[in-house]
């Protein structure tokens, strides 16, 4: 009798252990963005319930716990990480030297195991993520969460996939930055580029310039609609006086949030234009001593910073401030539209110009930026800026961003630089979605649909196969003169920065529109289940 009490105990056992084994899975459970490099089917769920367990070293603690809470959550049950490696887990997270790309991962699904490997904790992170889309998205009261059975081999094509966020224009608080870098963990980009610095405010705490954000985070009003933006006559302000600004502390929140989740931060210093804010605040770094206001309207100001040995000395004091602040070995330093009429009209200036032996004003700007380059270089840090500081030549260890079409990406490569692709006709979102406006927000103008990113391919066909290696990856850039609120800026990324997180991570060869689509159906029911604000336009053909 107690031998068949123990078999019968033990089919009991067998027969629940195997009860998902041979569940058969479809297509469908598997709509993943950025599409994997490989993905193999298989049979069987896995079950997360009280019994799961994750296992993995101590250097994995944080990807550990990343997991533990989002697990917890989905399931309704607590799903505990131990770095003890002698206790039992049915999910296993590893390192592997034999990964080859370090951003690389491999995932194993089956009904009683999963293991997500990495070359390194990035890695790992990523795996989570793909785990992350596989888990289903509408749970009933008290329903099983199963995870279909699958074999991923999967690793980036770019080593940049960045997003970028203009908080100069309009203020966005500290939550929702760090709710902006989990959507593109999620997405599985890698950089921030924050930009803090700009005629219409300045966002950065700067201890030894506290009018930086007493004088320069504030402007008395600001523009209503587009207006004509340089006749006063024609345009409405609002009245209404409007600033903010993240004291240090809040960037190093920021910052250690986002290394938590593999996400570089590049701020952004603007120099030698944008700058009225700050000469706003310190008259002293204008052309004229006139006293200044901050910009209350969009658009390109001729308030740029004298090429002074004060204004250099204050911008090494900031950036000697934020560079304590952001471990990223790059620093965007702008460079972007300075016009040139009060550098012109400057005796400074002008002496500057025959002291060094210079041509013109825009080999002017060139040593401006050249100096604030030695500066960085000498902190450890490389310069980034706009494709602008090509013009009057380039600093020698810059990395440029392309902007202004592809053209000052492609001269940048050739001659050795890198570059980061971010042309607007692919890469502005803030640009409106769909030819059809009428029920559209606001936006500065242009069109970029889902579709038009989804198309972009950044390393350009005029580069040879050497000259494409400086092309490093591709960013999404949303100014903020038109996007008010986060809400907005969400409804204004989603789901432009899904396409383009699979234009920067997937082959090109595996990208198809029609199957992006299928897949971007079934991501758009997690942005739901978070809560996120998106267009639809994207969601049917007609656009």
Partial sequence: MKHLLLITLCLIINSCSNKYETVVNSEEDYLIIPKPTSLEISTGKFLI???????????LENEGNYLSNLLSEVAGVTVPFTNETKTKGNILLKLDSNITNSEGYELSINYNQITIAGKTTKGVFYGIQTLNQLIPLTKEANSEVLIPAATITDSPRYAYRGMHLDVARHFFPVQFVKKYIDILAMHKMNTFHWHLTEDQGWRIEIKKYPKLTEVGSIRKETIVGHGNTWKKSDVKYDGTPYGGFYTQEDVKEIVAYAAERYVTVIPEIELPGHALAAIAAYPELGNTGEQYEVGTRWGVFPEIYAPSEETFKFLENVLSEVVELFPSKLIHIGGDEAPKTQWENSKLAQEVIKREGLKNEHELQSYFIKRIEKFLNSKGRNIIGWDEILEGG????????????????????????????????YCYFDFYQ????????????????????????PTPKELTEEESKYVLGAQGNVWSEYIKTPEHVEYMILPRLTALSEVVWSSKDSRNWGDFQKRLKKIVLKYDEMDLNYATHSLSIDE
């Fill in 49 to 59: 319930d009280s019994n799961t367990k994750i296992i993995g070293e101590e250097i």
């Fill in 394 to 425: 380039l600093a020698p260890n810059a990395t440029v961003m392309s902007w202004r079409g592809e053209k000052g990406g492609i001269e940048a490569a050739k001659m050795h630089h890198n570059v980061i692709m971010t042309p607007t006709k």
């Fill in 434 to 457: 769909t030819k059809n406006r009428e029920n559209e927000p606001l936006a500065i103008g242009g069109k970029t649909t889902v579709e038009d990113v989804y198309s972009y391919e």
